[in-house]
């Protein structure tokens, strides 16, 4: 691949736009957000950012909004994603990793139905304590 | 445990938009044997205290880090780079800002291995707290040199917004590219014992 200038993104993004607005919009409204703190991208989170842009646009899915934030407080079960999908409950899964990320998006995203052994929405003992 | 040192920029320029910057400068230079990494921010910077505090891993404020104002990644960082040849340096100045600067000796058997370049760019480029990122990426080598420079701003232009699959898979191909014309200059780091 050639090094993209500005330009050519735009152009890209343009032509992206409307192939876009040609398909329905399948995932509106979905949310992934990918707990990016400290000890989460040393568990790996970024990968599991990574997989989920790829996995997603694999499956044509492209509005889903993915987003970062910082620390959830559940080291022990990072990398952790919170996943909020319309008409389902929001759910935070624990030790996800590009595999888990696959089964996220076919079974809650695509199918609507959750990744049972991955569900985690608990904080850590000891920071419920704290609190 | 860090495994890449992308995970100690990520990490570190994370601290940076924890610390309310408007603006932070990233500067990767690399060599045939060293990466030279600048972070510099105008956030709410540190007095000495707070920096001695910051860089001792076994302080904590016994709160956890579900409310912490600062990363635990600088103590790693400071380990991960003076064990392995490497150097760290930090200057912070109240309310001024915070500038942060290492060397990862790439020949260093120690040096954890470099990871992946544009993917850390586009989690620092898209991370919510982030305002202003200018990011300076250069490699310079027995091969050739290029380098290539990077503004949130003028991609959020293009882009329209960070935050869908769509946008961001662009942003991700534009870093890809960047990355690429680097590749002919790059080098095998061989260990040196
Ligand atoms: S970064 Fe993992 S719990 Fe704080």
Same mark, same amino acid.
């Given at each position: 691949?050639?090094?993209?200038?500005?330009?050519?993104?735009?152009?890209?993004?343009?032509?992206?736009?409307?192939?876009?607005?040609?398909?329905?919009?399948?995932?509106?409204?979905?949310?992934?957000?990918?707990?990016?703190?400290?000890?989460?991208?040393?568990?790996? +989170? /970024? $990968? @599991?950012?990574?997989?989920?842009?790829?996995?997603?646009?694999? !499956?044509?899915?492209?509005?889903?909004? *993915?987003?970062?934030?910082?620390?959830?407080?559940?080291?022990?079960?990072?990398?952790?994603?919170?996943?909020?999908?319309?008409?389902?409950?929001?759910?935070?899964?624990?030790?996800?990793? +590009? /595999? $888990? @990320?696959?089964?996220?998006?076919?079974?809650?995203?695509?199918? !609507?139905?959750?990744?049972?052994?991955? *569900?985690?929405?608990?904080?850590?003992?000891?920071?419920?304590?704290?609190? | 445990?860090?495994?890449?040192?992308?995970?100690?920029?990520?990490?570190?320029?994370?601290?940076?938009?924890?610390?309310?910057?408007?603006?932070?400068?990233?500067?990767?230079?690399?060599?045939?044997?060293?990466?030279?990494?600048?972070?510099?921010?105008?956030?709410?910077?540190?007095?000495?205290?707070?920096?001695?505090?910051?860089?001792?891993?076994?302080?904590?404020?016994?709160?956890?880090?579900?409310?912490?104002?600062?990363?635990?990644?600088?103590?790693?960082?400071?380990?991960?780079?003076?064990?392995?040849?490497?150097?760290?340096?930090?200057?912070?100045?109240?309310?001024?800002?915070?500038?942060?600067?290492?060397?990862?000796?790439?020949?260093?058997?120690?040096?954890?291995?470099?990871?992946?370049?544009?993917?850390?760019?586009?989690?620092?480029?898209?991370?919510?707290?982030?305002?202003?990122?200018?990011?300076?990426?250069?490699?310079?080598?027995?091969?050739?040199?290029?380098?290539?420079?990077?503004?949130?701003?003028?991609?959020?232009?293009?882009?329209?917004?960070?935050?869908?699959?769509?946008?961001?898979?662009?942003?991700?191909?534009?870093?890809?590219?960047?990355?690429?014309?680097?590749?002919?200059?790059?080098?095998?780091?061989?260990?040196?014992?």
């Amino acid at each position: 691949m050639a090094k993209m200038t500005l330009e050519d993104l735009r152009k890209l993004r343009e032509s992206k736009q409307d192939a876009l607005r040609k398909r329905d919009v399948e995932g509106k409204d979905c949310q992934v957000i990918v707990g990016m703190g400290t000890c989460g991208i040393a568990a790996g +989170a /970024k $990968v @599991v950012l990574d997989a989920f842009l790829s996995e997603l646009e694999a !499956k044509g899915i492209e509005n889903v909004s *993915v987003t970062q934030t910082g620390c959830m407080g559940l080291c022990h079960v990072e990398p952790t994603v919170e996943v909020i999908v319309p008409g389902m409950p929001d759910v935070i899964y624990g030790n996800v990793d +590009a /595999k $888990v @990320v696959k089964q996220i998006v076919a079974d809650h995203i695509i199918g !609507k139905k959750l990744v049972s052994e991955h *569900v985690f929405d608990k904080p850590a003992a000891d920071i419920l304590k704290k609190d | 445990m860090h495994r890449y040192v992308t995970d100690f920029i990520l990490d570190i320029v994370q601290n940076s938009f924890e610390a309310d910057s408007n603006n932070v400068e990233l500067v990767l230079r690399e060599d045939d044997r060293y990466l030279d990494m600048t972070v510099r921010d105008d956030g709410k910077g540190m007095s000495h205290q707070m920096l001695e505090k910051v860089l001792d891993p076994y302080q904590t404020d016994g709160i956890k880090h579900i409310k912490r104002k600062v990363g635990l990644g600088l103590p790693f960082l400071v380990q991960a780079t003076r064990s392995a040849g490497g150097s760290f340096d930090i200057q912070s100045e109240v309310s001024k800002g915070t500038v942060v600067k290492c060397r990862f000796d790439l020949c260093n058997i120690d040096t954890p291995p470099m990871g992946d370049i544009p993917s850390t760019l586009l989690a620092l480029v898209s991370h919510p707290a982030a305002k202003g990122v200018e990011i300076e990426r250069s490699l310079s080598t027995s091969k050739g040199s290029d380098s290539y420079h990077l503004s949130r701003e003028k991609l959020l232009e293009v882009l329209g917004s960070f935050t869908t699959v769509a946008t961001l898979n662009l942003l991700m191909e534009y870093l890809q590219s960047q990355e690429e014309a680097l590749d002919r200059f790059k080098v095998d780091h061989i260990p040196v014992l």
